[in-house]
Each structure stands twice: as C-alpha cells, then as structure tokens.
Nanobody, 115 residues
C-alpha cells in the first residue's frame, strides 16, 4: 500500500526556517495531488498547502507568502519550505494524498516554534 514518511520537523525560533520532506512509496507524487496539513495544540486540522499533478500550488491564508510546497520527481518526494516561522505555526505536520476514502496520511512530524 501507499506509504508516506515525513521528516524535517524540530524546534526553531520565531523567524526561522525549516524544510519538511514527505517521501512516498507505491505512488508517483508527480501523478497525483499532494497536500500538507497541520494540527496545532487545541486546534482543528487545517490544510496548509497543495500541489497538483500539473504542478499548480495553493496555500492556506495564514501561510501564504511564507511557505512553499514543491516536489522532486526524481526522489519521489514532496517538500514544504517554511520561512518566517511564528509560534502559531507550532503543530504536527502531515503530508497526505486525498481520495474519497479519507486519503492516505503519513505519521506526521512535529514543528515547534519558540517565541
């Protein structure tokens, strides 16, 4: 079955940057829509960024201009570059492939932004 493995999370100071990775197996990332979602403490899960099979990208309002989703087809990996991080960005970040059955999700990677 499809597997997604996130990495790259950690502790960073406000204003800093991180790059998250989502390595996929048994699916071709360039052939499907891939999302990054996040869930912060006490918050609902929210969609952060999307990249379509054609390469189009969309972002949630709170991260637009600071985060960039991109992929490396040769590595079959999707990335989320996060700049100008804020404490409100603290969350577990999940990559996922949406489908009609709830999608396929990775295990998540923790991002903590200190003030």
């Amino acid at each position: 079955q499809v597997q997604l493995v996130e990495s790259g999370g950690g502790l960073v100071q406000a204003g800093g940057s991180l790059r998250l990775s989502c390595a996929a197996s048994r699916i071709i990332v360039s052939g499907t829509t891939m999302n990054w979602d996040r869930q912060g403490p006490g918050k609902q899960r929210e969609l952060v960024a999307t990249i379509s099979s054609g390469g189009s990208t969309n972002y949630g309002g709170s991260v637009k201009g600071r985060f960039t989703i991109f992929r490396d087809n040769a590595k079959n990996t999707v990335y989320l570059r996060m700049n100008s991080l804020k404490p409100d960005d603290t969350a577990v970040y999940y990559c996922n492939v949406p489908d009609s059955n709830g999608g396929v999700w990775g295990q998540g990677t923790q991002v903590t932004v200190s003030s």
